[in-house]
Protein backbone atom coordinates (compact mmCIF):
# COMPACT_ATOMS: atom_id res chain seq x y z
CA UNK A 1 0.00 0.00 0.00
CA UNK A 2 1.51 3.51 -1.29
CA UNK A 3 1.51 5.82 1.74
CA UNK A 4 1.42 9.84 2.02
CA UNK A 5 4.11 12.54 2.39
CA UNK A 6 5.14 12.25 5.51
CA UNK A 7 3.45 15.49 6.78
CA UNK A 8 0.26 13.71 6.63
CA UNK A 9 0.98 11.15 9.65
CA UNK A 10 1.92 14.65 11.76
CA UNK A 11 -1.18 14.96 14.43
CA UNK A 12 -2.79 18.73 13.95
CA UNK A 13 -1.66 21.63 16.71
CA UNK A 14 -3.05 20.68 20.47
CA UNK A 15 -4.17 23.47 22.64
CA UNK A 16 -5.31 23.09 25.86
CA UNK A 17 -6.02 24.85 29.49
CA UNK A 18 -7.17 22.96 32.26
CA UNK A 19 -9.36 24.08 35.33
CA UNK A 20 -11.43 26.05 32.71
CA UNK A 21 -14.53 26.25 35.01
CA UNK A 22 -14.53 26.84 38.62
CA UNK A 23 -17.20 25.28 39.71
CA UNK A 24 -16.46 21.48 38.28
CA UNK A 25 -13.75 18.60 40.36
CA UNK A 26 -11.98 18.76 37.04
CA UNK A 27 -11.91 20.51 33.45
CA UNK A 28 -10.53 20.97 30.55
CA UNK A 29 -10.71 22.59 27.49
CA UNK A 30 -8.96 21.24 24.02
CA UNK A 31 -8.56 22.16 20.50
CA UNK A 32 -7.02 19.81 17.80
CA UNK A 33 -6.99 21.59 14.78
CA UNK A 34 -9.92 24.18 14.21
CA UNK A 35 -12.41 21.47 16.51
CA UNK A 36 -12.72 22.42 20.11
CA UNK A 37 -14.43 21.03 22.90
CA UNK A 38 -14.77 21.20 26.63
CA UNK A 39 -15.66 18.73 29.39
CA UNK A 40 -16.18 18.93 33.05
CA UNK A 41 -15.84 16.17 35.59
CA UNK A 42 -17.87 15.56 38.83
CA UNK A 43 -17.73 13.07 41.64
CA UNK A 44 -17.43 11.23 43.43
CA UNK A 45 -20.48 11.70 43.99
CA UNK A 46 -23.70 10.58 45.93
CA UNK A 47 -26.46 8.94 44.00
CA UNK A 48 -30.22 7.36 43.84
CA UNK A 49 -30.11 3.87 45.48
CA UNK A 50 -31.11 2.61 42.04
CA UNK A 51 -28.20 3.98 39.88
CA UNK A 52 -25.40 2.60 42.29
CA UNK A 53 -22.92 -0.20 41.94
CA UNK A 54 -21.86 -1.95 45.17
CA UNK A 55 -18.72 -2.59 43.14
CA UNK A 56 -17.81 0.44 41.20
CA UNK A 57 -18.52 3.69 40.45
CA UNK A 58 -21.21 4.24 37.79
CA UNK A 59 -19.99 6.86 34.89
CA UNK A 60 -22.80 9.26 33.60
CA UNK A 61 -21.96 10.92 29.74
CA UNK A 62 -23.88 13.84 28.64
CA UNK A 63 -22.61 14.79 25.07
CA UNK A 64 -23.87 18.29 24.13
CA UNK A 65 -24.00 19.62 20.87
CA UNK A 66 -23.41 22.88 19.49
CA UNK A 67 -27.50 22.92 17.98
CA UNK A 68 -28.18 21.61 21.25
CA UNK A 69 -31.02 19.19 20.16
CA UNK A 70 -29.98 15.26 21.11
CA UNK A 71 -30.03 12.62 18.30
CA UNK A 72 -28.60 8.72 17.82
CA UNK A 73 -25.34 9.63 16.36
CA UNK A 74 -24.83 11.48 20.53
CA UNK A 75 -25.66 8.64 22.15
CA UNK A 76 -23.47 6.81 19.88
CA UNK A 77 -20.77 8.78 20.94
CA UNK A 78 -21.74 8.86 24.58
CA UNK A 79 -21.91 4.95 24.53
CA UNK A 80 -18.13 5.19 23.32
CA UNK A 81 -17.22 7.30 25.64
CA UNK A 82 -18.31 5.78 28.30
CA UNK A 83 -17.03 2.28 27.50
CA UNK A 84 -13.71 4.47 27.13
CA UNK A 85 -13.29 6.19 29.99
CA UNK A 86 -14.88 2.97 32.27
CA UNK A 87 -11.72 1.13 31.26
CA UNK A 88 -9.62 4.03 32.58
CA UNK A 89 -11.30 5.00 35.57
CA UNK A 90 -10.76 2.90 39.09
CA UNK A 91 -13.54 2.90 40.06
CA UNK A 92 -13.62 0.37 42.48
CA UNK A 93 -12.51 2.62 44.85
CA UNK A 94 -15.31 4.57 44.28
CA UNK A 95 -18.48 2.23 44.62
CA UNK A 96 -21.84 2.73 45.17
CA UNK A 97 -20.84 6.73 44.26
CA UNK A 98 -21.57 8.19 40.72
CA UNK A 99 -19.11 10.11 38.23
CA UNK A 100 -20.14 12.88 35.92
CA UNK A 101 -18.59 13.60 32.62
CA UNK A 102 -20.40 16.64 30.45
CA UNK A 103 -19.61 17.61 27.02
CA UNK A 104 -19.53 20.17 25.58
CA UNK A 105 -18.95 20.61 21.36
CA UNK A 106 -17.79 24.26 20.44
CA UNK A 107 -16.45 24.06 17.31
CA UNK A 108 -16.47 21.52 15.09
CA UNK A 109 -14.47 21.67 11.40
CA UNK A 110 -13.33 18.02 11.01
CA UNK A 111 -16.76 16.10 11.20
CA UNK A 112 -17.64 13.43 13.44
CA UNK A 113 -14.04 11.51 13.13
CA UNK A 114 -12.34 14.56 14.67
CA UNK A 115 -14.93 15.43 17.16
CA UNK A 116 -14.66 11.91 18.64
CA UNK A 117 -11.10 11.72 19.59
CA UNK A 118 -10.69 15.34 20.47
CA UNK A 119 -13.75 14.19 23.20
CA UNK A 120 -12.01 11.38 24.46
CA UNK A 121 -8.54 13.16 24.68
CA UNK A 122 -10.39 15.76 26.12
CA UNK A 123 -12.24 13.59 28.60
CA UNK A 124 -9.20 12.18 29.46
CA UNK A 125 -7.08 15.54 30.55
CA UNK A 126 -10.39 16.58 32.54
CA UNK A 127 -10.45 13.25 34.41
CA UNK A 128 -6.45 14.41 35.10
CA UNK A 129 -7.13 17.58 36.21
CA UNK A 130 -10.02 16.48 38.48
CA UNK A 131 -7.63 14.06 40.91
CA UNK A 132 -9.77 10.86 39.83
CA UNK A 133 -7.82 7.79 40.33
CA UNK A 134 -7.08 6.30 36.98
CA UNK A 135 -5.35 3.04 35.56
CA UNK A 136 -3.93 4.91 32.67
CA UNK A 137 -4.62 7.09 30.34
CA UNK A 138 -6.13 7.20 26.97
CA UNK A 139 -5.16 8.65 23.51
CA UNK A 140 -7.81 8.78 20.59
CA UNK A 141 -6.21 8.88 17.20
CA UNK A 142 -8.17 8.59 13.76
CA UNK A 143 -7.15 7.63 10.43
CA UNK A 144 -8.56 7.46 7.00
CA UNK A 145 -8.31 5.77 3.64
CA UNK A 146 -8.32 7.97 0.57
CA UNK A 147 -9.80 6.59 -2.12
CA UNK A 148 -6.51 6.08 -3.59
CA UNK A 149 -5.37 3.39 -1.02
CA UNK A 150 -3.55 6.24 1.20
CA UNK A 151 -3.67 6.62 5.03
CA UNK A 152 -4.07 9.89 6.04
CA UNK A 153 -4.34 10.89 9.94
CA UNK A 154 -6.09 13.16 11.30
CA UNK A 155 -8.08 13.68 8.03
CA UNK A 156 -9.87 17.02 7.04
CA UNK A 157 -13.94 17.02 6.46
CA UNK A 158 -12.78 17.20 2.84
CA UNK A 159 -10.86 14.10 3.36
CA UNK A 160 -13.40 12.42 5.34
CA UNK A 161 -15.70 12.87 2.67
CA UNK A 162 -14.26 11.43 -0.03
CA UNK A 163 -12.28 8.46 2.16
CA UNK A 164 -13.36 5.06 1.70
CA UNK A 165 -12.59 4.07 5.28
CA UNK A 166 -12.49 5.48 8.46
CA UNK A 167 -10.53 4.11 11.77
CA UNK A 168 -10.70 4.83 15.06
CA UNK A 169 -8.08 3.85 17.59
CA UNK A 170 -7.81 4.47 21.13
CA UNK A 171 -4.70 3.52 23.11
CA UNK A 172 -4.08 3.07 26.93
CA UNK A 173 -0.23 4.80 28.22
CA UNK A 174 0.86 2.02 29.66
CA UNK A 175 2.04 -0.52 27.12
CA UNK A 176 0.09 1.70 24.20
CA UNK A 177 -2.70 -1.70 24.24
CA UNK A 178 -5.72 -0.79 21.84
CA UNK A 179 -8.49 0.03 24.33
CA UNK A 180 -11.22 1.00 21.70
CA UNK A 181 -11.34 0.39 18.03
CA UNK A 182 -14.20 0.78 15.46
CA UNK A 183 -14.63 1.68 12.12
CA UNK A 184 -16.68 2.54 9.03
CA UNK A 185 -16.14 1.80 5.56
CA UNK A 186 -14.57 -1.30 3.70
CA UNK A 187 -10.66 -1.95 3.51
CA UNK A 188 -7.99 -4.84 3.45
CA UNK A 189 -6.51 -6.37 6.63
CA UNK A 190 -3.35 -4.87 5.35
CA UNK A 191 -4.70 -1.52 5.28
CA UNK A 192 -6.49 -2.24 8.87
CA UNK A 193 -2.62 -3.48 10.12
CA UNK A 194 -0.79 -0.15 8.90
CA UNK A 195 -3.40 2.07 10.40
CA UNK A 196 -3.37 0.93 13.57
CA UNK A 197 0.72 0.72 13.66
CA UNK A 198 0.43 4.10 12.65
CA UNK A 199 -2.33 5.45 15.20
CA UNK A 200 -0.12 3.81 17.80
CA UNK A 201 3.05 5.48 17.15
CA UNK A 202 0.78 8.73 16.57
CA UNK A 203 -0.56 8.05 20.65
CA UNK A 204 3.24 8.85 21.87
CA UNK A 205 2.78 12.42 20.70
CA UNK A 206 -1.02 13.00 22.19
CA UNK A 207 0.18 11.40 25.29
CA UNK A 208 3.76 13.83 25.28
CA UNK A 209 1.08 16.49 24.80
CA UNK A 210 -0.68 15.34 28.24
CA UNK A 211 2.48 15.38 30.00
CA UNK A 212 3.28 18.86 28.52
CA UNK A 213 0.12 20.10 29.68
CA UNK A 214 -0.32 18.88 33.26
CA UNK A 215 3.37 19.94 34.29
CA UNK A 216 2.18 23.28 33.35
CA UNK A 217 -0.91 23.06 36.39
CA UNK A 218 1.63 20.76 38.42
CA UNK A 219 3.96 22.31 41.26
CA UNK A 220 4.98 18.71 42.06
CA UNK A 221 6.02 17.37 38.86
Known sequence: ??????????????????????????????????????????????????????????????????????????????????????????????????????????EDFGGVSKLLTCTINCACLALLNSGIAMRHMVAAVCCAVSEEGNLVLEPSYTQVQSATALLYFVFDSRERNLVTGFTEGSFSENTYEEALARCRLASDVVFDFYRDIVKQYSDVI
Open 1 to 106: MENEDENNFKLRPMKCELNYLSKSDGSAILAQGETVVLVSVNGPLDIKSTSQSIEKATLEVLFCTKGGKPSVADRFKENIIRQTCETAILGCLYPRTGISLTIQEL
